[in-house]
């Protein structure tokens, strides 16, 4: 049986590996442009189909029947065809979403909503909210909907679900408001999944509110699709499984700390226990612009950290490495988004005096030197973590930042 994932531009849909997951199908991607979607629906083979961006409302022609909830949203999702060879249409984002708001502790019923976006995302998501007891729902968007000029009218809003690609890989950082102002704000949903922090729900983070990204809405909604696509029973149980799973192997392995305190050592170790690719920064940098001391004595340590911030942007769009950074890279405030993007954040700590200072500019000077780069970068350092452990034995190490990992990704 042949099933797969419709849209314009797939190149880094999650879909293929979820549905590997689920169940032993042929899941393929069919890019296909709005000239030819006419031409796939004539010649294509296949048994069913999830629809994403830019399709969801453009397939409903094709269908035979499309079930009242899809009928009520207004865009279908998920395609399966009949023995007779007959196409019935429904919205499985619908019940991904739904779940995603239950799994996150997120209260809908009674609260004033803002859905960001009106396209046909906007539309599941104005009506799950709905159904879910929303007190008020606003949509905004740049057409046939309220502008978001008028957002500070909206202070008073609980929960904010952005349902646009805005800030999504590869234009990582994007957002379409200010947060500030949002005195009553309890939560935020992102359905964006590549980030899984997303800049909009950094930003919610740092307020202290409930935030939740997209993917466990794009598991779900795979997990409800598979219950047409091959009957599958029990449809919540596989959900959480999966979930965990994508998660832990998607999300980065942060490493900061002093210079000399064995960060390399360490993300090699951690790398070769995980089969993933290492990545230190200060390496990064030298493969394009050589010897980081060498470039900090001619440029300068400010044309450096800028450097820096490059390799550690590349890096931190990516998924499932372990990074080793530069000791002063928390100096740089925005590296924290860049890191904490797709990762969780390690600082790694020896006591001062076993640290190594040759080969390196800004130790230079020995005990005291280290001793006041410390205070001035404790405050930074105690910023971007989210994990603090001491490197006395590098096995050690390495065992005790997976035991962290692995609970806070099945948290």
Known sequence: ???????????HSFSPQIHAQIGDYDYQLYEVEPMDITAFFESSDWQGINVTIPYKETVM????????????????????????????????????????????????????CLVLGNGATSKTVTTVLTDKGAREVIVFGRHDAV???????????????????????????????????????????????????????????????????????????????AKYFIGLK??????????????????????????????????EALAARLGRRFIDIDSAVEEKYGSVPDYINTHGIDAFRAVETEAIAACGKEHGL????????????????L?????????????????????????????????????????????????RLQNDDVAQTVTHILEDFHEAMHH
């Open 61 to 112: 022609p094709y269908c035979d029947e499309i079930d009242e909830k899809a009928q009520r949203i207004g865009c279908v999702n998920t395609l399966v065809r009949r023995a007779d060879g007959t196409l019935f249409g429904t919205n499985t984002d619908y019940d991904g979403l739904a779940f995603a708001l239950d799994n996150a502790g997120i209260a809908i019923e009674g609260r004033k």
């Open 1 to 11: 049986m042949s099933f797969g994932l419709l849209g314009r531009t797939l190149g």
């Open 147 to 225: 502008p978001y000029s008028d957002i500070a009218l909206h202070h008073d809003a609980e929960v904010i679900v952005n349902a646009t690609p805005v800030g999504m890989y590869p234009n990582n950082g994007g957002r379409l408001i200010d947060l500030d102002g949002f005195s009553q704000l309890e939560a935020c949903f992102d359905v964006i999944y590549n980030p899984h922090r997303s800049r909009f729900l950094l930003d919610a983070e740092r307020r202290g509110v409930t935030v939740c990204d997209g993917l466990p809405m794009l598991v779900a909604q795979a997990v409800f699709a």
């Open 339 to 387: 890191l904490r993007q797709n990762g969780r954040i390690y600082w790694i700590e020896r006591p001062l005096e076993d640290l190594p200072t040759d080969g390196r500019p800004l130790s230079t000077g020995g005990l005291e030197t280290l001793r006041r780069l410390y205070d001035e970068r404790l405050v930074c350092y105690t910023d971007f973590a989210d994990c």
């Open 322 to 337: 372990v990074i080793a950074t530069g000791g002063g890279s928390v100096t740089v405030p925005a590296n924290k988004d």
């Open 234 to 267: 029990d449809v919540e149980a596989h959900i959480a499984p999966i979930l965990s799973r994508m998660v832990e192997d998607d999300e980065n392995i942060v490493l900061i700390g002093m210079p000399g305190v064995g960060k390399t050592t360490v993300g």
